[in-house]
């Protein structure tokens, strides 16, 4: 019976992805309806992991054996998540540590690191380990901008791009995108990943876009998405922009339609709309029929 559950898992975690390739949600440009595609599988199958080891392999359930298969199954499953959450936490730490050894300027007032490269670029990545406390530590990044951002865009423009960045700060994007991203390496083997994860991925932009045109021109920060982004394309050995919360990565004219246009309103998050997490605990009800 725990072998059925543990399948059972794997079998609906398929199933949701697969679902989220249907043209209605494709076309939903909706947070909440990327992030249960995206996290929900997920959560299930670790959930009825822990469940199946909590019981052991030992015993019956509903008059059926437990076998020993399900069981190193489940190990299995939670082995492969802990040991990517600690590559990928060393990963995050070795590049916190050489962006701390970044030359540190104050540009328009903002406290920066300074990439030497040609490449225009802007971003927050790793984390701050001189914060205290693990949320603060989580949540704050390095804001990092290239010399050859700073020389090719005026202050005004400038001033845009540290906008938007400052607006993935305050919406907690460094913690999100570290949660997101490491759900993404997990599921590698389910339908729909990478499209899933960029939906996300353009979600924030728009948000961290909308918030930062509240505070300076949207102009300005359409022409810097622009100018920059035509910059970078002639580079010749462009950077790997895998960062946290880059100021550029893709559909760059979704993003500046939004700007233009104000077409996306950018809904209030609501905690109600998370109660979709209680079906993923929906294993453990199995525990008591154990024996």
Known sequence: MHFIVILLAIVCAYVIRYLSQIDYFQKQRNWNYSLFFFIAPVLLILMSSIAIVTMGYEGQMWGFQATIISYILAWFCLGFAVINLIVYAVEIKL?????????EEEVLGERVKILESSFPYA???????????????LNESYLVLSRGLINLLSPEHLEAVIAHEKSHQKHHDPLI????SYCKRITFWLPNNDNLWQNLVLLRELR?????????????LAESLLMVTQEAMKEVNP???????PFINFRLNERIDALINDGHRVNSFRWYQLTWILLVFIPFLTIPFHQ
Do not use: P, R, Y
């Not at 950077?239 to 919360?245: P, Y």
């Open 95 to 103: 590049i916190s540590q050489k962006i701390a050894g970044f030359k």
């Open 123 to 137: 971003g927050l990545i790793g984390f701050e380990s001189q914060k205290k406390g693990l949320f603060m530590f």
């Open 177 to 180: 995108f570290f949660c997101l």
């Open 208 to 220: 961290a876009d909308n918030t930062a045109s509240q505070s300076v021109d949207f102009l300005l």
């Open 239 to 245: 950077m790997d922009n895998n960062m946290v919360c």
